[in-house]
């Protein structure tokens, strides 16, 4: 099969088509399959440069790990405080000394358009690790992969997305994702948090969603249930963030209300909106998911480096 990912950046979901997530998929598939041996020629003598201006723990991590499990190395800056972006260097300039000295660049910027911008000045192909309140290309793939790991398919579903639809990056990217296949979206939100709507303008066609304020009484037909933080750190007003803070938590109360073989996602870091005493039920898949970024992360690397493919 032919490796559409060779040398190529990932930057948006709106760049996938089935066919394209069906291709990490089964790379992923086949990766997980492979010995250690074989998955360690993938990137041998590879270089992984990550430039990180937010905060992270598993996109970098995982990353890093991913890199390593297929014989590759990572350089970088975990906390552009480090760096000489410090100093006043420019995106652009940080951007292209990395690229001189990796084989691809995995970038998490607050602004939205970072990485379109940043793959333009990159030597190497560049992965968009979060852009701003935009997008977060590589999440949304591993949640499509989670969702087709655990409930066998991903046409057909009923699926929720509750919590911080305005700002939430995961979301929009998911929602490009899911506008490809035929599920039905059903957005649960605080009024002041609804999605927005100029960003979702291209795939109304294409996507069915309703939205609604009540997660209760939403919960009963739903195949999965995908739960986002809210956004702290993009609110420009502290106060209008108390007002919505733990609008809503998936406690065991409400697992009575959903349906045996839901399951229920998040993209981590949870806060309250998921309570701890959730997390030993056979519904909780978030620390899988969190399995799962490592192992399609090592595929997207591992298609980006080798023109054969896997
Ligand atoms: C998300 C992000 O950075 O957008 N984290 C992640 O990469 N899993 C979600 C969040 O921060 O709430």
């Known amino acids: 099969m032919s490796n559409t990912f060779f040398q190529k950046d990932i930057v948006s979901v709106r760049d996938f088509d089935k ?42 991590l995982s990353f890093e790990s991913a890199m390593a499990s297929i014989g590759g190395t990572s350089i970088g800056i975990a906390d552009a405080s480090s760096s000489s972006a410090k100093k006043g260097e420019s995106l652009a300039d940080t951007v292209r000394i990395m690229s001189l000295y990796s084989d691809v660049v995995v970038l998490r910027h607050q602004l939205d358009g970072s ?18 309140t935009e997008e ?37 990217s998911l929602l490009y994702a899911l506008s490809n296949y035929k599920v039905d979206v059903r957005l649960i939100s605080p009024p002041a948090l609804k999605i927005r709507a100029d960003s979702t303008y291209e795939i109304r066609k294409r996507l069915s969603y309703t939205e ?9 037909d739903l195949d999965v249930v995908y739960v986002t933080r809210i956004q702290k ?46 997390d030993s039920t056979p519904q909780a898949k978030y620390f899988k998911q969190a399995q799962y970024g490592k192992e399609t992360r090592a595929a997207i690397l591992a298609l980006i480096l080798n023109e054969k493919g896997i």
């Not at 911008?117 to 690790?129: H, Y």
């Not at 609604?212 to 009963?220: F, M, R, W």
């Not at 007003?237 to 009575?256: A, Q």
């Open 19 to 60: 066919q394209k997530f069906e291709e990490v998929f089964q790379a992923t598939d086949k990766i997980i399959g492979m010995n250690q041996n074989e998955r360690r020629e993938l990137a041998r003598g590879k270089t992984l440069g990550y430039l990180f201006f937010e905060p992270s723990t598993r996109t970098r």
């Open 136 to 172: 977060h290309p590589t999440q949304a793939i591993l949640d499509l992969y989670t969702i087709r790991k655990e409930k066998k398919r991903i046409d057909g579903l009923k699926i929720g997305i509750v919590g911080d639809l305005k700002y939430g990056r995961t979301v929009y």
């Open 212 to 220: 609604t304020t009540d997660l209760e009484e939403s919960l009963d």
């Open 115 to 132: 990485s379109r911008f940043a793959a333009e000045v990159s030597e190497t192909p560049l992965i968009n690790a979060g852009s701003g």
């Open 233 to 278: 750190e993009r609110f420009a007003d502290m106060e209008e963030y108390v007002k919505v803070k733990g609008s809503y938590k998936i406690g065991l109360e409400l697992l009575k209300k959903m349906k045996e073989d839901v399951i229920v996602m998040h993209p981590l870091p949870r806060l309250d909106e998921i309570s701890h005493k959730f």
